[in-house]
């Protein structure tokens, strides 16, 4: 890789030049092997956002961040239920719940995550409260996915080198380019997701990383800012396919479910959204159930492999559709209920190898 500096690449961001996926990746190198001060890491950031950040941009950053994570064997062939956070509407933890529906309707998850930044309770929070023991070593981490077909990658343990940009984040205190790096670098790296945006204007550039990487998703957000599907407003979704990007709007009433308000998906501490998310794995019906099954039928289209949504056959929201009818049966037979108690249990049987630093 070419050697650049600090000021050449600040510089040329300044003057409202893109950069190359090169120069981005040798930056984030230079912060992942703890050779950047604090003021030339945001000094970098403040001026690649007032720019605005690009998909080249963003491809560097995430692939170099992505190499420094600790590695881990897990099969390519999963799907990453994630959002980028920082909506500030404080909804329960959809995704969380959702990864273990799409889990139960057949589909290999890793879910990568972390604790609550912008809200009471990040996904990290909720697995924590429901049980599930996180403080896993890699081994540990691999076994309870080959048991149960849903493992959690801790992004604060699986990405260490991440301590060397903690400084310059917490100092400036607005979002950054880093803020919408976690979707895009889980260890395992899955050839699927169904993602959630909040930015609008980041939401086409994490469709563009994704394009070009050759994977799979559903890149989405709501009119609202919210980063899932939504069941309160539009939603404005970009399919990735095959290299190829295709944008979608629709509304949750487009595929049979009765429209919610923002006050229905309401959530709490990470006490109050685990159970939440037990109740709804429970089976108990209402709007947070359905805006569950919702998104968990965006990792069932995303992923293309669970019968009856695979294919490309029929429009968006026929698949959608489809994938609703998978996930709801999922709930109803028991099989998500049982699929969290057994990972709980897994998860606590392996104390023993637990690892905190990894």
Known sequence: MPDYTWPELTWKVMNRQDL?????????????????SPISLAGFLTALATKGETTEELLGLANSMQ???????LPSDCVDIVGTGGDRLR???????????????GLKVVKHGNRASSSRSGSADCLEALGVNLNLSIVAVEHVFDETGITFLFANKFHPSMKYA???????????????????????????????????SHAPLVAGVIARRGHRA?????DNGLDELSTVCRNNVWEVRSGQITFHQFEATDVGLPRASIDDLR???AAYNAAVTERVLGGENGPVRDSVLF???GAIVADGQAEGAR????????????????????????????????????????????????
């Not at 190359?20 to 950047?36: L, Q």
């Not at 190499?67 to 064997?73: F, L, N, Q, T, W």
């Not at 996930?327 to 699929?339: F, I, P």
Request: glycine share 8%; net charge negative.
């Open 20 to 36: 190359s996926a090169d120069e981005t990746a040798w930056a984030m190198d230079s912060v992942m092997s703890g050779e950047t």
């Open 67 to 73: 190499a420094h994570s600790a590695p881990v064997d």
């Open 91 to 105: 909804t329960v933890n959809i995704s969380t719940t959702a990864a273990i529906v799409a889990a139960a309707s």
């Open 166 to 200: 903690a400084m310059a984040r917490r100092e400036l205190g607005v979002a950054t380019a880093f803020n919408v790096l976690g979707p895009l670098t889980n260890p395992a790296r899955p050839e699927a997701g169904a993602i959630g945006v909040s930015k609008a």
């Open 218 to 222: 559903l890149v989405f957000r709501g």
């Open 267 to 269: 959530g709490s501490d």
């Open 295 to 297: 998104n968990a039928a």
């Open 311 to 358: 294919a490309t056959d029929g429009d968006i929201l026929t698949r959608v559709r489809h994938a609703l009818e998978i996930a709801g049966e999922a709930v109803d037979s028991g099989r998500a209920l049982q699929l969290l108690c057994r990972w709980r249990e897994l998860s606590q049987s392996y104390r023993d190898h637990e690892d905190r630093d990894l």
